[in-house]
């Protein structure tokens, strides 16, 4: 049975509703006759649909033909209207016909006769095999020009019909070179939406047709390596040359980065920031679901090579995503460094001139770039910091649901006590004799909620670079004073967990240290450096001093700049703006008190604040959309269907949703967005307990409409999003058509908001801190996101838990009825700058790269 959409127990079908049941999951073949003639061509990604094809009788001979073609089997290829090729060195064994000449995707155009034309190009896309509403087979390709790949344009819809379609759907794969020859052109009604070619090919037996299949050519172990003789050269665009929609070749180097990690769907993230000589900035955000074949960066500085690369537009700047066939090469950016590439494919190319580009690169990189030097190393922390550590797993275990313990070494020894994580030693994996024999020299990390998944994959032995690890000081119950190591969950700062090759520098470096360890000295060390130790020894450290300097750590810490010295705000007050300023101080009052009102609304374009609207206003948007019915016309088109219930209450309302489908079929609910016109407030919020998103329409005559930008443009789980009216410019919600087109639609809000012409606004926390130190008193602002307080400014106003730790950081930062000099310390990072107008001139004070201490809630 055919899997559906669950009904909506609010309302009930309206009556003669052409589309009254709930949409399945994908349109039975059977359907075709029972279905509208619209939805048929619907299906099919044509408005106008495929045009009747007479059909002919075939003689006894015809009937019989050839022997049927099996997958991957070679045939007749005199006889055969489709031809499978073989390719030996890059070469073809069978020529094409002499009289065929081809056209490339540029000069591609109606009202020429294209019998002795042929197109070549790589199958980046391949739809199911259907039949049409007269029987004839019909199967959908997309070819990609690699000729053009830079162009915005890049690939084309080609449309086979019966005995052809079903030959090539048996052999046909992605990734096969595909030439099609006396081919016919028409206009393609789906371009706008898709993105293709204005044109498709139309091509079948009975129109003297012809299609030569060459498969994607299989690796075997010795070809697996980058060839240089015969790759083709590459043309690499300057980050300042970048233009919306093309995909593109590029280098560039590593500014930032968060290694890979599960995003809210099957597949892997990883977020990449890079720069170039040109000085612009590139930030990339890649999906797959191949850990493999994202980019192995493994620290800033690192130089990667994209092929492939979809640009896109966004609030005014470029932003990277995978296409089709992306691949990625990284190198170490360090001058001097070998030039071996870490590559996400197993088969590439690299050409002798690109070693020109690395080392101009990584000689701008040293003289322009502020990049950190190597991790940091046990004997070198500190409590109170964030910091990146090279080191090898030696155990690992299970602590509870939402955390996971590494321990790890790195043949250093930690100066301070160290926590060691209570678990069962049957729980402990690793080598026993081993753990025994480093338990001076190794240290329990901790890693939470999203980074366990990794954590438990990991195997005993691997190196690891562990970024943004958290030292922070805590006291056992005999008050001994520790310090313990924390990964925090999210992504902020980069937090994450990297597998290090044993090919790589830092490791081989680590190896040869480690193997130097004499694991015989290290059992005979006084046990320091474990809080389970039964005594310390003043020899190896004096905790007491330790206690003594770190008795009033500050409950903010620096997520950067730790190397700047403190600045006393007498000083800050009397010098001249702009300038920034590390900072020690009290929070002796801030604003607003009652903390829902320090949520705001920003725009990044304009600069604009503004209140959040509460429910009642979006309510009263709905209702007054609602008295607007549904346009019958714009119901279920190419690349949605339409539902429409008719509610229980007294009004009798109607309501319309529109599924959005992806590759002519409807997805799972947590992947769907849908389209709603007619519902109220509580039936919205219903359906995004269920779907992934919801975005409130409205009828016109030609096309769907976002409803006023007093209401949120869409919404996501419990997140509304609200677009900037004096940025934006709204654009038709067909627009959307082109997201629902891609390989994998992420249904991301900023790129829904791009293609709808939405600048949108962000959730952000604005507040006056007035902060003293002895010496002056100034007020600085507050502008957060989500990295001061840890918490995600777009979550809070429908999460009561985190409005609670908003409010106990609050008291914990500055806790209400206690005097100035029992205040705790608070670590800062703060800018000055001008404001100025035509009467007067201030400098103001802002708070930046602060968070809050991962230990004062």
Not at 575 to 601: F, G, H, M, V
Not at 775 to 782: D, S
Not at 790 to 805: C, H
Not at 818 to 841: A, G, Q
Request: charged share 25%.
């Amino acid at each position: 049975m055919t899997p559906r959409f669950p009904r909506l127990r609010l309302c009930r079908p309206a009556e003669g509703s052409a589309r009254a049941r709930p949409a399945p999951w994908r349109s039975p073949p059977e359907a075709g006759g029972r279905r509208r003639r619209a939805h048929e061509r619907a299906r099919l990604g044509m408005r106008g649909g495929p045009r009747p094809r007479k059909r002919r009788r075939k003689s006894v001979e015809a009937a019989a033909g050839p022997c049927v073609l099996c997958p991957r089997r070679e045939t007749d290829k005199a006889a055969m209207p489709v031809q499978l090729l073989r390719t030996v060195k890059g070469e073809s064994e069978t020529s094409l016909p002499s009289h065929l000449q081809q056209e490339d995707l540029e000069h591609l155009q109606e009202g020429f006769d294209h019998t002795n034309k042929y197109f070549q190009g790589i199958v980046v896309l391949s739809h199911p095999l259907v039949k049409l509403g007269d029987g004839t087979d019909f199967l959908k390709i997309v070819l990609q020009d690699l000729d053009n790949l830079c162009s915005r344009i890049n690939s084309i819809n080609i449309l086979i019909y019966g005995k052809m379609a079903v030959d090539c759907a048996k052999i046909i794969q992605s990734g096969d070179t595909v030439v099609v020859a006396g081919f016919k052109l028409a206009k393609s009604p789906t371009a706008a939406e898709d993105g293709r070619h204005c044109c498709h090919l139309e091509a079948s037996e009975e129109d003297g047709s012809a299609i030569y299949i060459y498969p994607k050519q299989k690796k075997n172990a010795a070809s697996e390596t980058a060839s240089v003789s015969v790759a083709p050269k590459y043309v690499y665009t300057p980050l300042n040359h970048l233009k919306d929609g093309t995909i593109v070749n590029l280098y560039g180097i590593v500014k930032f980065f968060k290694p890979p990690y599960v995003s809210k769907g099957t597949d892997y993230c990883s977020v990449v920031t890079l720069v170039d000589p040109s000085n612009e900035k590139l930030t990339c955000t890649l999906f797959n679901g191949n850990l493999d074949s994202l980019p192995k960066i493994y620290k800033v500085g690192d130089i990667v090579r994209f092929h492939r690369i979809k640009i896109r537009e966004y609030n005014g700047q470029m932003q990277g995503i995978t296409s089709v066939g992306f691949s990625s090469l990284t190198f170490d950016g360090n001058v001097g460094a070998p030039v071996v590439p870490r590559a996400s494919s197993k088969a590439y190319t690299f050409m002798d001139e690109e070693l020109k580009i690395i080392e101009q690169l990584r000689v701008w990189a040293a003289s322009n770039l502020s990049i950190s030097g190597p991790a940091a190393k046990l004997s070198g922390v500190q409590p109170m910091l964030f910091f990146d550590l090279t080191c090898q797993l030696v155990g690992k275990a299970q602590v509870d649901g939402s955390s996971f313990l590494l321990k790890v070494w790195d043949g250093t020894k930690c100066p301070y006590p160290t926590w060691k994580v209570p678990v069962e030693a049957k729980d402990l994996e690793g080598d026993k004799v081993l753990l025994q024999q480093l338990r001076n020299l190794t240290v329990d990390i901790l890693v939470y909620d999203n980074h366990v998944q990794l954590a438990k994959s990991l195997k005993i032995g691997n190196f690891l670079r562990i970024y943004s690890i958290h030292t922070k000081q805590a006291s056992a119950a005999a008050d001994v004073s520790h310090i313990e190591f924390h990964l925090h969950g999210g992504t902020c700062y980069g937090r994450g967990i990297g597998v290090l090759p044993e090919s790589n520098p830092d490791v081989k470096e680590l190896k040869d240290f480690l193997e130097s360890v004499h694991l015989s000295d290290s059992q005979n060390m006084e046990s320091v450096s474990s809080v389970e130790s039964d005594s310390t020894s003043n020899d190896t450290i004096d905790l007491e001093s330790h206690l003594q300097i770190y008795q009033q750590l500050p409950v903010t810490v620096l997520t950067d700049h730790q190397h700047f010295s403190n600045t006393e705000l007498k000083t800050i007050l009397n010098s001249t703006a702009p300038q920034q300023y590390r900072i020690r101080a009290k929070l002796k009052n801030y604003k607003p008190q009652e903390l829902y009102q320090s949520l705001k609304l920003h725009c990044s374009n304009c600069n604009s604040l503004q209140e959040v609207p509460d429910g009642d206003s979006f309510e009263f948007i709905l209702q007054d959309s609602a008295l607007t019915a549904s346009n019958p016309e714009l119901h279920n088109t190419s690349w949605y269907d339409s539902v429409t219930w008719t509610t229980q209450d007294q009004n009798q309302r109607k309501i319309t949703i529109h599924f959005v489908r992806h590759d002519e079929m409807l997805q799972h609910p947590e992947d769907t967005l849908l389209m709603i016109e007619g519902g109220k407030l509580k039936e919205v919020r219903k359906l995004t307990k269920r779907f992934k998103c919801v975005i409130p329409v409205r009828s016109t005559e030609d096309d769907l409409e976002l409803l006023d930008l007093s209401a949120p443009f869409l919404l996501q789980g419990n997140i509304s999003y609200y677009g900037c009216k004096q940025c934006s410019s709204p654009k038709p919600i067909k627009n959307l058509s082109s997201i629902a087109a891609e390989q994998q639609p992420s249904w991301e809000p900023s790129e829904i908001a791009q293609v709808l012409g939405i600048k949108p606004l962000q959730y952000v926390f604005i507040m006056k801190f007035t902060l003293v130190d002895g010496t002056g008193a100034l007020n600085a602002y507050l502008f957060d996101y989500e990295k001061f307080f840890q918490i995600p400014a777009s979550e809070i106003l429908t999460n009561n838990f985190l409005q609670q730790k908003m409010q106990m950081t609050m008291n914990m930062l500055c806790p209400p009825g206690r005097k100035l000099d029992d205040l705790p310390w608070l670590d800062c990072f703060i800018k000055s700058y001008n404001v100025r107008d035509t009467t007067e001139h201030k400098v103001y004070y802002q708070i930046f790269d602060t968070t809050v201490a991962g230990d004062v809630i």
